[in-house]
């Protein structure tokens, strides 16, 4: 690989010795890894396409230490998480800029998925749960959360959604993975309801536990879901927004299987543990009573680190 031409910026996750660089002009990105590579470009390359807003993979191969690159255009120096930040004026708003370009873009990915629903065979929801929620592993490494009560809520969850057109997602849906010309970071993805990625992509932020330095209010909330309900009517599909706590009961189970169990003497990663396992619950109790979980209700870390909130209340 020809280093001068490339600068470096971080290690990547998903693949063991992987890396992301940035070209000398900034038009283009390079990724390297090893199989887990290789499956998302080729689904990126789909993904273009179909209409996808994601972006054009230019050139794709192997390095001279035998790693899988693929160069991919820029879409932009900024993700919209990164904007958000640099918006902060001395409070945690988030900006209404950055909220009409996450419209925006999540608008154009909607419609895309709308007119290429996939034929996920009778069992596409029930596998969605387990993909996207990690829901064996989390239920094995919380067995006291495997209840009959929580079963049975993912399968109202599942008879909630049928019907629902399965599509090709992102799985990983949020402000750090949008920019205002498109979506990056597809290495998760994979057969999903229509709607699963865009209309969470708010509600995730308080699963942060206000780590991430801004929120969004009650009113850009409604207004960012009435853009994606009114693009699926236009799309023929059904409003997105009536299937929000079926989705985000899936999700909560994602954002716990993050945080793995650990040793008491490991103070901080087992309180993080402990505070998602508390945020599956009372999501769990939201849906049970109303078929809906409002993140708006979820205590952040530090008040629920202090102990201000301990108890699965409304």
């Known amino acids: 690989m020809d280093t001068t031409r490339w600068r470096f910026i971080k290690k ?55 790693m899988f690159f693929v160069d991919e255009e820029s879409l932009g120096g900024q993700s919209l998480h990164e904007q958000a930040l640099a918006s902060l004026d001395g409070g945690r708003e988030l900006s209404d800029q950055v909220v009409d370009q996450l419209a925006d873009v999540s608008s154009r990915l909607l419609a895309a998925q709308a007119v290429h629903p996939v034929d996920g065979g009778p069992d596409a929801l029930r596998r969605w749960v387990e993909q996207a929620g ?21 399968t109202r969850a599942t008879d909630e959604l049928a019907g629902t057109p399965m599509v090709w997602g992102h799985l990983d849906y949020g402000l750090p993975n949008v920019l205002p010309a498109g979506v990056i970071d597809w290495q998760h993805h994979g057969v999903m309801p229509l709607g699963y990625d865009v209309a969470l992509a708010l509600e995730v932020i308080p699963f942060k536990g206000g780590a991430k330095g801004y929120a969004a ?61 508390h945020l599956f619950l009372k999501g769990l109790d939201q849906y049970e009573r109303t078929g809906n979980i409002d993140t708006a209700l979820f205590p952040t870390f530090d008040s629920f680190a202090s102990g201000q909130d301990t108890a699965d209340r409304p």
Not at 28 to 54: D, I, K
Not at 252 to 260: D, G, T, W
């Open 12 to 66: 990547r996750t998903a693949d063991a010795d992987g890396a992301v660089y940035v070209s000398a002009d900034g038009t283009r990105y390079r990724r390297t890894g090893g199989s887990a590579l290789r499956r998302e470009a080729a689904f990126q390359r789909t993904a273009v396409t179909l209409g996808y807003p994601v972006p054009q993979v230019l050139e794709h191969g192997e390095t001279s230490t035998g």
């Open 134 to 154: 990690w829901t064996h592993n989390v239920f094995t490494e919380n067995p006291d959360l495997d209840t009959h009560r929580a079963r049975a809520a993912l």
């Open 217 to 277: 209010t009650p009113q850009q909330r409604e207004r960012y879901l009435g853009v994606l309900d009114a693009a699926a009517r236009h799309a023929g599909q059904p409003r997105v927004s009536p299937y929000q706590g079926a989705f985000l009961l899936v999700k909560s189970l994602f954002f716990l299987a993050l945080m793995r169990p650990v040793e008491l003497a490991r103070a901080d990663k087992h309180q993080k543990w402990q505070y998602r396992r």
